[in-house]
């Protein structure tokens, strides 16, 4: 039997935290992690903290279904809350297409239809369990949204650094200068232009500085 939680009424869960990654298109989509206290620790029964960890993407449970939610893991710590006990491992977490709200599809994560793309694996093995406020200290993915050429700079050693609207940026090329043995052996062919000679010799090519 799924846990009771409605992820519309915090008085069902304990705390959550939120996380936006994106598809190969670079939408968005919203993950949030629910933290649902299933039993204390109790020292007469050896019993120990586990809390039931949920995950949805655009509002919709990755395990269970929507009238039934089902946590993505079941989390023990340690007596002093201080390591995860279970799970040891990393937790698959495969994101389904789905439906944001304004009414744009989101894809699925990793894309079935590229052999090449690698399963979401959720590390859960740093969270700890003090006498503390809850707190997300360490929250990082590496995905990005769509972007659009902002500007083009040309550093010192020719590297072509394009720079996008969503922060990224990407090397785009290098700037080649080549010398040659004879430079007055080159011929002109017109429009500023020259071409190498049996006399100029071959190219000796280098970056700028």
């Not at 519309?8 to 649902?36: E, R």
């Not at 120990?48 to 655009?58: C, E, G, K, P, S």
């Not at 369990?129 to 929250?139: E, N, R, V």
């Not at 080549?178 to 062919?189: E, K, N, V, Y």
Request: no cysteine.
């Amino acid at each position: 039997v799924s846990p009771n939680i409605r992820f519309s009424d915090a008085t069902t869960y304990n705390n959550a935290t939120s996380l936006t990654v994106y598809d190969a298109k670079g939408q968005p989509i919203a993950l949030t992690f629910y933290y649902q206290r299933a039993s204390a620790y109790d020292e007469s029964t050896g019993t120990l903290d586990n809390w039931n960890f949920y995950v949805t993407a655009n509002g919709t449970s990755l395990n269970g279904t929507v009238g039934a939610p089902a946590p993505l893991a079941r989390l023990t710590f340690s007596r002093d809350g201080s390591t995860v006990t279970a799970p040891r491992t990393p937790v698959d977490m495969p994101i389904p297409a789905s439906i944001r709200a304004d009414g744009v599809g989101t894809l699925a994560i990793p894309d079935p239809n590229d052999p090449k793309a690698l399963p979401i694996q959720l590390d859960l093995s740093r969270l700890t369990q003090f006498g503390s406020p809850f707190g997300a200290t360490d929250l990082a993915q590496n995905g990005y949204s769509a972007g659009q050429l902002a500007s083009i700079e040309v550093e010192q050693n020719g590297i072509v650094t394009a720079r996008f609207s969503n922060g990224q940026t990407r090397a785009a090329g290098q700037i080649v200068l080549a010398i040659f043995r004879d430079m007055q052996g080159l011929q002109r062919i017109g429009s500023n232009m020259l071409s190498r000679t049996p006399a100029s010799g071959e190219p000796m090519s280098g970056v700028p500085g």
